[in-house]
């Protein structure tokens, strides 16, 4: 079975910073999905950026990127110039290849932004 | 984008009442629906997959008596959790996603349960 593995419960950034939050998965297939989700007090769970395996680019969405390394499965979200509305949890999910199969979620990284 | 509707957002009742929590797909057709259970910090723990007009897969661990999903059509499924006690508490999701693989699973915002 895939597992997701965030070593980071807790990180805090001061504002205009930047952060790195790991995560680590095991799988032994070769089609997949990463994606990092940010879940706000509200709890909505909002998509934050997304990586195919087979895409050797590292995704970016404005001010959010991943180091993707495969071959250490490894897929870290790097947050830079960190705002106050970046404060939440942030979650790192797989998902296999095949359709219609469920996101794998990590604990989770609760990330704090000092003013 | 696509938009998940999940409702109620909130409900209190006693226990021993049984309490359904819909989750609809509003500009895409899902065929199939994915319900996941939050505890307060911790992680989304995924309850069963729901499958349109078949029966739903249940993950290791979740009583399928106490928790019924029916997906009766692309749009709509539903959870309800029978003779509902107090650790029946918590936050349910329910997500879905479009066809193709590639889509990425949009979210419901959730609904929190609260067993008297």
């Known amino acids: 079975a895939q597992t997701v593995t965030q070593s980071q419960p807790e990180m805090s950034v001061q504002e205009a910073e930047t952060v790195t939050l790991s995560c680590t998965y095991d799988?032994?297939?070769?089609?997949?999905?990463l994606f990092w989700y940010k879940q706000p007090p509200s709890r909505q769970m909002i998509l934050v950026i997304r990586?195919?395996?087979?895409?050797?680019q590292n995704a970016t969405e404005n001010r959010f990127s991943v180091n993707f390394q495969k071959a250490a499965k490894s897929f870290s979200l790097k947050i830079s110039d960190s705002q106050l509305g970046d404060a939440a949890m942030y979650f790192c999910?797989?998902?296999?290849?095949?359709?219609?199969?469920?996101?794998?979620f990590g604990k989770g990284t609760r990330l704090s932004v000092i003013a | 984008g696509a938009v998940v509707s999940q409702h109620p957002s909130w409900v209190i009742c006693k226990s021993g009442t049984s309490v359904k929590i819909e989750c609809r797909s509003l500009?895409?057709?899902?065929?199939?629906m994915f319900w996941y259970r939050q505890f307060p910090k911790q992680s989304l723990m995924l309850m069963a997959t729901?499958?349109?007009?078949?029966?739903?897969?249940?993950e290791q661990g979740v009583e399928k008596d106490k928790f019924l999903i029916n997906h009766a059509s692309l749009t709509l499924s539903t959870l309800t959790v029978t003779s509902a006690h107090p650790e029946d508490s918590s936050f349910y999701i329910c997500?879905?996603?479009?066809?193709?693989?590639?889509?990425?699973?949009?979210f419901g915002d959730g609904t929190r349960l609260s067993i008297l």
């Open positions: 799988t032994s297939e070769s089609d997949y999905y």
């Open positions: 997500s879905a996603r479009d066809w193709g693989k590639v889509q990425p699973q949009h």
């Open positions: 500009d895409f057709q899902a065929t199939t």
């Open positions: 999910a797989y998902r296999g290849g095949i359709r219609n199969t469920p996101l794998v």
């Open positions: 729901s499958n349109e007009g078949s029966k739903a897969t249940y």
């Open positions: 990586q195919e395996a087979y895409k050797q």
